[in-house]
């Protein structure tokens, strides 16, 4: 079982940065692809980032790319969402997410097992 608690979030102004983590509880955590998503008022969550379980391999939404950098360390078992050039329509609950052991990367949320809580990211104009 793994479980998962975002930080970082909170309140910044168009251009700026901030940088989302996700640390992990459990043994198996460097065994698990993980990535981030992202819910704003009103509409579905959606894919943000995801990375290998190595680190090797990333992906990004066309939304976010070039702007936002998904890290990981798995000696910290932490997760990173590195956030720059924020825009207003950034503004959402970010969740990092782990997907199923067997995945390389997993782009849907039908690939992910546990999920964290969420923190508010807003992004004012």
């Known amino acids: 079982q793994v479980q998962l608690v975002e930080s970082g979030g909170g309140l910044v102004q168009a251009g700026g940065s901030l940088r989302l983590s996700c640390a992990a509880s459990?043994?198996?955590?460097?065994?698990?692809?993980m990535g981030w998503f992202r819910q704003a008022p009103g509409k579905e969550r959606e894919f943000v980032a995801a990375?290998?379980?190595?680190?090797?391999?990333?992906y990004y939404a066309d939304s976010v790319k070039g702007r936002f950098t998904i890290s990981r360390d798995n000696a910290k078992n932490t997760v990173y969402l590195q956030m720059n050039s924020l825009k207003p329509e950034d503004t959402a609950v970010y969740y990092c997410?782990?997907?199923?052991?067997?995945?390389?990367?997993?782009?849907?949320?039908?690939?992910?097992?546990?999920w964290g809580q969420g923190t508010q990211v807003t992004v004012s104009s």
């Open positions: 459990g043994r198996t955590f460097s065994h698990h692809a």
């Open positions: 990375i290998s379980w190595s680190g090797g391999s990333t």
């Open positions: 997410a782990a997907a199923r052991v067997d995945y390389e990367l997993g782009l849907f949320q039908r690939d992910y097992v546990h």
